[in-house]
T-cell receptor
């Protein structure tokens, strides 16, 4: 079946511009996550959506970052007034259900969007 | 201190070698533990979950020591196709939605 898809695969933008990154999770998956991977850095959690619950935004690095998930499916990560330090690969993942007591369902990652801010 | 720490490597080994990766985590309340594999310029993929009793999947063996907050991955009879970055991953305390905390990754290069 279809996996997690992300678009665009590559995005080059100028400092100060806004960008939108899109994620289509696996159909039926209720949990959706955004991570980013910077050069020389590990993957870091950004934000998590689960059903109709309020998203966990604890990983967003600044108020220039925001995300929404419409209809419990597609998600958009928006970065306003991009800075050079925002350059990274932005990865989306989905899982069938959120972490339950004592277990965490496998997260399936998309191919990522490589963002370059000039 | 990072929440999950790994030796970044690279580990350069010949085919057929046995190689071990280690990882430590700082939050004693961490709930679940995993090893992910990431090929160059690709997304991470789950390699295996890690349990206190230890678990094995073919040539791969994972161990967890909660008392020492230590996780290991052993690869026996390494293949060229094992070349990748291996990511140690934990989930934080119970009921935080399963977000993953990643180590920096350990790079493995298996040579003919």
């Amino acid at each position: 079946g279809a996996g997690v898809s992300q678009s665009p695969s590559n995005k080059v933008t100028e400092k100060g511009k806004d960008v939108e990154l899109r994620c289509d999770p696996i159909s039926g998956h209720t949990a959706l996550y955004w991570y980013r991977q910077s050069l020389g850095q590990g993957l870091e959690f950004l934000i998590y959506f689960q059903g109709n619950s309020a998203p966990d935004k604890s990983g967003l690095p600044s108020d220039r970052f925001s995300a929404e998930r419409t209809g419990g499916s597609v998600s958009t990560l928006t970065i306003q007034r991009t800075q050079q330090e925002d350059s990274a690969v932005y990865l989306c993942a989905s899982s069938p259900r959120p972490g339950l007591a004592g277990r965490t369902d496998t997260q399936y990652f998309g191919p990522g969007t490589r963002l370059t801010v000039l | 201190r990072k929440e999950v720490e790994q030796d970044p490597g690279p580990f350069n080994v010949p085919e057929g070698a046995t190689v071990a990766f280690n990882c430590t985590y700082s939050n004693s309340a961490s709930q679940s533990f995993f090893w992910y594999r990431q090929d160059c310029r690709k997304e991470p993929k789950l390699l295996m979950s890690v349990y206190s009793s230890g678990n094995e999947d073919g040539r791969f063996t994972a161990q967890l020591n909660r008392a020492s907050q230590y996780i290991s991955l052993l690869i026996r009879d390494s293949k060229l196709s094992d070349s990748a970055t291996y990511l140690c991953v934990v989930t934080p305390i119970y009921n935080q939605g399963g977000k993953l905390i990643f180590g920096q990754g350990t790079e493995l290069s298996v040579k003919p």
